[in-house]
DNA sequence: TGCTGTAATGAGACCCGATATCAATATTCG
DNA sequence: CGAATATTGATATCGGGTCTCATTACAGCA
């Protein structure tokens, strides 16, 4: 654990303490980790940085393409480390549980279909909600008020 | 056991003229618009519903499955009356222009990859951001303030 | 190496979307 | 018609996320 990793200057600014802690703890984080659990599981790790730095340092690393964001079923933003570049997210609407899928079909046919109404510049969103197999064989319906 | 709920239709509860005018200004907003919008619609049009109304008529045609309910980039909440016709929408980024489009490719590769991955009861969102035609040939960066 | 300009930090105020509260009101049904 | 109760709505409240601004720390320069 305390192979801190070295972390290497990046095209977000200057290196400091903070971003290296944050760094650290998006990589530890297995899935996807909301800004407010990262900053917790820092705080339990017996680091300290604050809830802002957290936000900002997140919001560039999002801008710099190295983590994706994407929002949960409540409206609550998650980050994750992206390995590759594009691609999109199977969330389950119960447990939260979100897998990354690609595909390549509907790149393409985004592409397509702006291309063809004269549209430029062209950045398209996709999110397939449903219900994991976890969360369907256990009692998925108990209760839904 | 215990009384199986009957739960027959849980409709959308008795009729009121508030979720008469709702729905009505939900069936004349083209497209997605958010809870404050159709509140501001509904406003200018004279009548009166309070937001809290609109928040749970709106919530409970979700749960219903009557309307779509999506996340607009930066969290909020955009309602949809979710038409028999399943489409997607292309939008300037500039203007707001926005092109109704159809994807059969879409919908088999979302159900081949939710499937793939033991998901059931799945939706998907996909919005397709671009410049038109018409903000591209015009003034090249009119970024939003 | 020490100094200095400036980006970065952080505690808390603040913003705003969404929900909960609860008395008053409207709707449905016997 | 009148009772039972679902619904409404003004407002309080909640919570995620951003902004402020004084303080701190990084990095280049002499």
Redesign the pocket.
Known sequence: MAGATPTA?RS????????AV?DAALAEADGFV???ELHERIKSQGD?????????????LTDAGEIDQL?LP?????YRRCSRGHHHHLVCRVCGRAVEVEGPAVERWAARVADAHGFTEVRHTVEIQGRCADCSSAAGRAERM
Chains 1, 2 share one sequence.
């Open positions: 200057t977000t600014g200057r290196s400091t303490r903070q971003k944050i909301t800004a407010q300290r940085v604050g809830l802002a730095t957290v936000y900002r340092f997140l919001q560039t929002r409540d409206g609550e933003a998650a």
